[in-house]
């Protein structure tokens, strides 16, 4: 899970997005969408986003309009998180190398900085060695280019967006909308990334893990899909859900459903349905004073100790510790 740089709970944290002509215009318009819509329960913003350019001047975008940024190149010395949408700039993109206003400006940022790339942006921190010992994602498109051009860095073009603490990348376009809404669930809890995403009529959560790219060429009929039994599964977590089961309530054979399942989620049944235990337990640790026992019962783990094992694998802490990280220390007691 991510890690912001510290700031004080009363100050909105100071998000940068450094946009590299020609920009991918919809890359750009992201984060200022998507961590401008995060409020506290005051309705208190919880980010303040600037947009700024490397001249100053309205960047060029790839489809025939130009962007105004909002804030003078300085405010990424005072960035807590940086984010670098997709680009055509060439040095990067073609060679491997960075024009020295480029390196520059990234090189004033604070050194306890959060990094941030969207689709080809990626590109752009590698350049720049921020990537250097880091796993990273594209655009499915361009994985093959980056993986040429910076062969010491792992990518995954098979995922949507990575995280290895200060250093996230997202696969290509909506991508970046996965991995922002990861950053608000990150830092102020599911309830928040939730309501965001609800604003924004998306999915509240794409895992990280999904594949970018799913070829289908016919579209299948509504009874041929496994969507009905995935918002079945949603509502019936405390209840044993093994393939079999699933499978039984989508009227399919295993072998088909687990096909057909793989196609439209890029996961395994039984993975998914860990995933969506360990969502809704985030859930429950943030929004109520159940036990831990309790949240692992309504969660569909059982036992405390599974809830543990899960939520340290997932998230590295301990439910208590979540719970803490989210609710604050006053709602620490003998119960969580």
Same mark, same amino acid.
């Given at each position: ?6 700031? +004080?709970?009363?100050?909105?944290? $100071? ?40 001249? %100053? ?59 941030? +790339?969207?689709?080809?942006? &990626? ?9 250097? %010992? ?8 361009? &994985? ?20 290895? %603490? ?19 669930? +990150? ?10 995403? $609800? ?8 895992? %990280? ?10 579209? $299948? ?116």
């Amino acid at each position: 899970m991510s890690s912001p740089p510290s700031s +004080s709970s009363l100050e909105p944290h $100071r998000v940068v997005v450094l946009a590299v002509a020609p920009v991918i215009g919809y890359d750009l318009t992201i984060p200022p969408q998507v961590l401008g819509e995060a409020h506290d329960a005051d309705g208190r913003p919880l980010y303040d986003v600037a947009v700024v350019t490397l001249d %100053g001047r309205p960047v060029e975008a790839t489809r025939g309009y130009a962007i105004a940024p909002s804030a003078d190149l300085e405010a990424l010395a005072r960035a807590q998180t940086v984010i670098v949408p997709g680009t055509q700039v060439a040095g990067p993109r073609r060679n491997a190398t960075i024009d020295d206003d480029l390196r520059a400006a990234l090189a004033s940022v604070p050194a306890d900085a959060r990094w941030v +790339s969207i689709c080809t942006g &990626a590109f752009v921190l590698a350049a720049a060695g921020i990537l250097d %010992g880091h796993r990273a994602t594209t655009h499915w498109k361009y &994985a093959e280019d980056f993986r040429r051009l910076y062969p010491d860095i792992a990518v995954d073009e098979d995922v949507l967006f990575t995280d290895d %603490g200060r250093v996230l990348t997202s696969a290509g376009l909506s991508a970046g909308i996965d991995l922002c809404l990861h950053l608000v669930r +990150s830092d102020h809890g599911t309830a928040v990334a939730n309501a965001v995403a $609800r604003h924004m009529v998306v999915p509240p959560w794409r895992d %990280g893990g999904q594949a970018q790219f799913i070829e289908r060429h016919v579209p $299948r009929r509504a009874d041929e899909t496994t969507s009905d039994v995935r918002a079945w599964a949603q509502a019936h977590l405390d209840r044993p859900l093994d393939v079999a089961t699933l499978a039984r309530q989508a009227s399919m054979s295993v072998r088909t459903f687990t096909r057909r399942f793989r196609e439209e989620t890029g996961q395994s049944p039984g993975a998914w349905v860990t995933q969506q235990r360990v969502r809704h337990a985030q859930h429950l640790l943030e929004a109520t004073d159940l036990t831990v026992d309790d949240v692992a019962t309504r969660a569909g783990m059982r036992t405390a100790a599974s809830l543990r094992q899960h939520l340290h694998a997932s998230l590295g802490v301990s439910p208590s510790a979540y719970r803490r990280t989210f609710r604050g220390a006053t709602t620490e007691s003998p119960r969580t």
